[in-house]
């Protein structure tokens, strides 16, 4: 593990969690197939994935070979998937399934992870860090609405004074030293931009030999293990990695996508060592797909889907109550039950992260069953 670059907010609570959002409804049959299901190889007869082509892993389930990179990760005990997970909202509209999965209900003020980290705020002791939550993008997601602080940036080199830096630092520090009410949150900004100052200034070399790829998924999960292991109080973060759906020729579409999603995933995991142990990621999307193929080798808006959790202490494996894809147990027009609400996943994640108060205070209104991933 590197040296850490500058000490921010609590160095007894290193815990962090990611949230990469996979945009578009995720075909998680496609992600995790259940290959030895007749109803899924019936429904797809010409994009399913073939039981001899499959990475198995248990019971019907196997992996895409596109995302063969995670095999590994699997065996380890490291990654558990959860299928037929999603919302219990009906809707079947991208942004409305965004907006109540990131809100975590309907007539909620805020979202579920910012919640969590106001929550959080008020049992963790010491500092908070500038750099606790991290959206990486240009706009921060609704999850994260209601955080006490949220640092939204695409790339280090959009936190940067510019050529005045160096005059305006000392400035600042005498505009705010010794201000009540302002000076705690004005110096750990300033720390914090000196801390991706450092990082931005060096070129970023992963540990373990580890290597990203180069499109922007990739980037964003390099940065974010560069936060993580440079220390600087990073609590949440998150991503999102758009483009997936696949109404149409789904296999070309998606396949590049899983490949990268499963070797960037494998990347973080060499990369960060050992600090994987508290680093939990969550990879979720808002619904899956429909079971049956479409004419255009694709796959409609559905239901069901499948949320990976890598890191973070998880048992790894498969969690799911299968019902199986025989046509009297699909809902509505063909879809994958929801057996697995994503709120009970979630709640499982943070349990590990933080205070049972904050976990509960991210889900009001909703009676949680924490599944043990």
């Not at 949230?19 to 992600?31: E, P, Q, S, Y």
């Not at 399934?97 to 106001?118: K, V």
């Not at 494996?317 to 009297?328: A, F, T, V, Y």
Request: negative net charge; contains cysteine; glycine residues 12%.
């Amino acid at each position: 593990m590197t040296d850490p670059i500058v000490a921010l907010g609590n160095p007894d609570n290193a815990r962090a969690l990611i949230v990469v959002f996979l945009r578009g409804g995720a075909d998680g049959l496609a992600l995790v197939p259940p290959v030895d299901d007749d109803g899924y190889q019936r429904a797809r007869p010409r994009i399913a994935i073939p039981a001899t082509g499959a990475i198995r892993l248990s019971g019907p389930f196997a992996l895409h070979p596109c995302m063969a990179a995670l095999e590994p990760i699997y065996r380890e005990g490291r990654l558990a998937v959860v299928h037929a997970a999603g919302s219990d909202d009906p809707t079947r509209s991208h942004f409305e399934a965004q907006d109540r999965m990131e809100r975590a209900g309907t007539g909620i003020a805020g979202g579920w992870l910012g919640r969590w980290l106001r929550a959080d705020a008020v049992v963790t002791t010491g500092p908070r860090s500038a750099l606790a939550s991290v959206a990486i993008g240009s706009a921060a997601p609704e999850c994260l609405r209601g955080a006490p602080s949220v640092t939204v940036m695409r790339s280090f080199a959009d936190l940067d004074l510019g050529a005045d830096g160096a005059w305006l630092r000392a400035p600042l520090d005498a505009l705010y030293a010794g201000d009540g009410m302002l000076g705690d949150a004005a110096t750990s900004a300033l720390r914090g931009l000196d801390a991706i100052a450092t990082m931005r200034s060096e070129a970023y070399v992963p540990a373990h030999g580890a290597e990203y790829g180069q499109d922007d998924f990739a980037r964003g999960m390099a940065q974010i293990a560069q936060l993580v292991k440079a220390q600087v109080g990073l609590r949440a973060a998150t991503l999102d990695y758009p483009g997936w759906d696949s109404h149409f020729f789904q296999g070309p579409l998606i396949e590049p996508m899983m490949r990268s999603l499963a070797a960037t995933l494998a990347a973080f995991t060499l990369d960060l060592g050992q600090l994987l142990d508290t680093t939990s990621v969550v990879v979720m999307s808002e619904f899956g797909r429909r079971v049956y193929e479409n004419s255009s080798l694709g796959t409609d808006h559905g239901r069901g889907g499948a949320l990976l959790v890598l890191g973070g202490g998880t048992p790894g494996g498969m969690h799911c109550r299968w019902p199986g894809l025989e046509g009297h147990v699909l809902e509505g027009p063909g879809d994958v039950p929801v057996v697995h609400d994503y709120r009970d996943v979630l709640a499982g994640v943070l349990s590990r992260c933080g205070s049972s108060a904050a976990t509960a205070a991210a889900f009001p209104g909703w009676e949680l069953a924490p599944l043990a991933v």
